[in-house]
């Protein structure tokens, strides 16, 4: 069973369409690089190691990790020099103008990058290499994700995706249809970080049947035509 059957031509328009951002969360690790004119009070905060990776493109999620700061469980984030900043509930983008405001009075021009380390998502169910797994792209859809677990398998129900969400510390939960084309513009078409992703297995698979049972039917006739002519001869 293919994916998005009569999806027509036009499915880069729906790229876009919902992808919000990520509101921060407790236990959130965020990579921060902070540079300016004053290259050594900016190393304060992020460490040269840090800042080579970040301009060689390079964030492996241990090595990152190692120079993250954590967002505490009431929310706010500690920096040297800045203090407590409550950050929970705001995009990445918003802490990083709030890093910026913050730092005015210390550095000279401050520019503050902020990247989501853990971002992370488990997929369950009918696929080839289920687990959990570690992502950097920023935009990952549900396509991106089935082939990091390397696809659905043949007994998965791509009609039947359950995909689980914590949003403002309750789960929803909803059912996905991946051969219809509408799932491109559904709000949950992208990944948000710590999402858990379940295929269902098809109807035949709770029946035991992994294969259809061609050699056991045709045996059976065999044995059976075998068993007619001995009783008939």
Known sequence: MAYLQHAGTDIASFDE??????????????FIQISSLDDVSSNVFSGTNAQQSMQMGVMQA????????????????????VGMLFVQGKSLTQVSLLIEESLKNVLSQPVVT???????VSVLGEVRSPGHFTYAKEKMTIFDVLSLAGDVTVYGNRKQVILTRNEGGENSRICLDLTKSDILSSNYYYIRPNDIVYVQPLQKRFWGLREFPYTV??????????IYNVVNQ
């Open 17 to 30: 369409a919902h992808l919000e951002d990520y509101l921060l969360k407790p236990n959130d690790d965020l």
């Open 62 to 81: 241990y090595g990152a990790s190692l120079v993250a700061y954590t967002i505490d469980k009431d929310g706010f984030l500690h920096l040297p020099v």
């Open 114 to 120: 902020v990247k989501l380390v853990n971002r992370y």
């Open 217 to 226: 039917i045709l045996s059976s006739i065999t044995t059976a035509l075998l």
